[in-house]
Nanobody
């Protein structure tokens, strides 16, 4: 069992940056592939980015070139650096852990979820 807690969300103007953190307890994050998802009001939860156990990364087309996912296994933490933010990035952002070592983009494959952190981008 692993517990995940996101932080770093907030209100930012379009073009600004935020860095989200996902801290884990209970088990080491090095055992999991990790993903970030987001959910805007009235929409389905969607894939944003993922990082495999070995450090490979994959991004949704909508954030490619603007967002960067990384992991610090020593700190048991995963990060999402978000640059050039747009109003359409406004959502609750969730981190999730997947026990398989490779990247998956379906939310149904992830076993553990954080409570989410709100990101609001004003125009």
């Amino acid at each position: 069992q692993v517990q995940l807690v996101e932080s770093g969300g907030g209100l930012v103007q379009a073009g600004g940056s935020l860095r989200l953190s996902c801290a884990a307890s209970g088990r080491t994050l090095s055992s999991y592939a990790m993903g970030w998802f987001r959910q805007a009001p009235g929409k389905e939860r969607e894939f944003v980015a993922a990082i495999s156990k070995s450090g490979g990364t994959y991004y949704a087309d909508s954030v490619k070139g603007r967002f960067t996912i990384s992991r610090d296994n020593a700190k048991n933490t995963v990060y999402l650096q978000m640059n050039s933010l747009k109003p359409e990035d406004t959502a609750v952002y969730y981190c999730a852990a997947d026990p398989v070592p490779y990247i998956q983009t379906s939310r149904y494959e992830y076993d553990y979820w954080g409570q989410g952190t709100q990101v609001t981008v004003s125009s």
